[in-house]
């Protein structure tokens, strides 16, 4: 695998406060760091991965009473603050770094983070919104940890000209090897989720978090690639009780902050740390580095997705006060049998805002969901099957394995050795998030930087 170098400096920045004259003690670190100075508390192989929403200065409000006014507006401002984040970036030296919310659009700022990160010894790769939106994606990958194998764009070309990086990387530090003899591959991807301006948006995320999901069934299929980790990275826009959150917990994935504090995935420790503040005012933890190993088992795709969806119905109902028999009701209108007819439910999904928009469920989801919901496909959904699959169908979160034991997968089949990662530690920055507060003297972004630690296991699959 690779050995980290620089992720025992986050012992140093949790001593720094959000205000402080960081910027001397940054420049020594990064001195150092260049100089050949190599920690001795990392001794064991792992790797480190960043993920941060800059915030780009084309959003950033310099003035409520006057929203038109932004920082893009004051060069020497996004500069500097720009320039402050790179000294961090550098003085981390993460394995991967994933932003969003880059300013593609400025060719002075893109031209300063490709320029440093190159000299730092980083691959970059940045991609655009569609639609010409401004900002966009840079994940840059450590030359001495990772060779990129592959690198694809995925553009959604949706409501929210969101889009998402993939890249295929393989381990050019000879540490663990599979039983094969090759290096260690894994697949990283960094995305932006669409902001939840109202609950009927929910299901633009969940569509796009689908799309990554379906694509990287394709990709693993294509190039046999079953048993490699996945480490998603961003800013998803979405908390741990969000529609996305359950829906990538079924697919196997696990929130590395959480698995690291030990934190469930319960309602008690939903607000236990945040990671943005958002235009609102509002605090909330959205960012999250999410893995998943390759001894992971999970449910079909399509039938998380489902379910997923018909979570979204069942809020949406409960939003306007409609217990299981109301909603019941609710779903079958005017039908004097005690079913639901498919006219019915396509018509309610009309009035919760699901279909008839250009952001809404295709006719073929609409049809995959019914299908999901008459279990006897009898062409009607009776009561036992509305509780059964649309009333209390949710998302199974797989919450046994805390990602730091060698799990074996219980489905049936040979076994292999395989390797995956261990969550060694994870932190926020500034500290004050991860006590679910919010500093007023951070000036960085909006958002706080959220790094993790792997160190790689060896475990069996199928």
């Known amino acids: 695998m690779v050995i980290v170098v620089g ?53 950033k409000r310099l003035d409520q009473q006057n929203q038109s006014l932004r920082e893009s507006d004051f060069r020497d401002t996004w500069l500097t603050r720009n320039q402050r984040i790179l000294d961090w970036l550098l003085y981390e030296r993460s394995s991967i770094i994933c932003l969003q919310e880059f300013w593609v659009g400025n060719k002075e700022l893109v031209h300063m983070y490709q320029e440093r990160l190159g000299e730092a010894g980083y691959m970059t790769f940045k991609l655009a919104r569609t639609n010409n939106r401004g900002d966009g994606l840079l994940t840059a990958v450590r030359e001495d940890y990772f060779r990129v194998l592959n690198e694809r764009d995925l553009l959604f070309n949706d409501f929210g000209d969101r889009v998402a990086q993939l890249l295929h990387v393989q381990s050019v530090v000879p540490f663990l090897k599979t039983q094969q003899g090759t290096q260690q591959e894994i697949l990283i991807v960094n995305t932006h989720l669409l902001f939840p301006h109202d609950s009927s948006l929910s299901v633009v995320r969940l569509h796009q978090v689908y799309k990554i999901l379906q694509y990287l069934e394709l990709y693993q299929r294509e190039n046999k690639l079953n048993n490699i980790p996945i480490v998603l990275c961003g800013d998803w826009n979405g908390s741990k009780r969000g529609h996305v959150y359950k829906f990538l917990r079924s697919q196997g994935f696990v929130s590395s902050y959480d698995i690291a504090h030990q934190y469930t995935d319960g309602d008690a420790d ?49 939003k306007v006060s409609l217990a299981e028999n109301d909603a019941f009701a609710f779903l079958k209108a005017d039908n004097k049998g005690d079913f639901i007819t498919y006219s019915a439910f396509c018509e309610a ?43 209390n169908s949710t998302c199974s979160e797989r919450v046994e394995d ?19 990662f261990a969550v060694k530690n994870a932190s926020l920055f500034p500290r004050e998030v991860e006590k679910g507060t919010w500093p007023e003297n951070y000036s960085l972004s909006d958002h706080a930087r959220l790094n993790v630690v792997f160190s790689p296991v060896r475990m069996q699959s199928s």
């Open 7 to 59: 992720s025992s400096n986050s012992n140093t920045s949790s001593n720094l406060n959000t205000s402080g004259n960081e910027s001397a003690v940054i420049k020594r670190s990064i001195s150092r760091a260049n100089s050949g100075f190599v920690s001795s508390i990392m001794a064991e192989p792992c790797i480190s991965c960043t993920t941060f929403n800059i915030l780009a200065p084309i959003y």
């Open 270 to 318: 939903a607000h236990k740390w945040v990671s943005h503040r958002n235009h609102r005012g509002n605090i909330c933890g959205v960012d999250f580095i999410w893995l998943r190993n390759p001894n992971k088992s999970r449910k079909p795709l399509k039938i998380s997705w489902a379910e997923a969806v018909f979570g979204i119905i069942k809020y949406q109902l409960q």
């Open 349 to 391: 999904l009309r009035q919760v805002n699901l279909v008839g928009r250009p952001y809404g469920l295709s006719f073929q989801e609409t049809k995959d969901l019914w299908a999901q919901a008459d279990v006897d496909g009898n062409g009607v959904v009776s009561y036992e099957e509305f509780k059964q699959r649309m009333w």
């Open 402 to 420: 805390d990602c730091n034991e060698n799990v074996e997968d219980s489905s049936q089949g040979p076994k292999k050795e395989v390797i995956g």
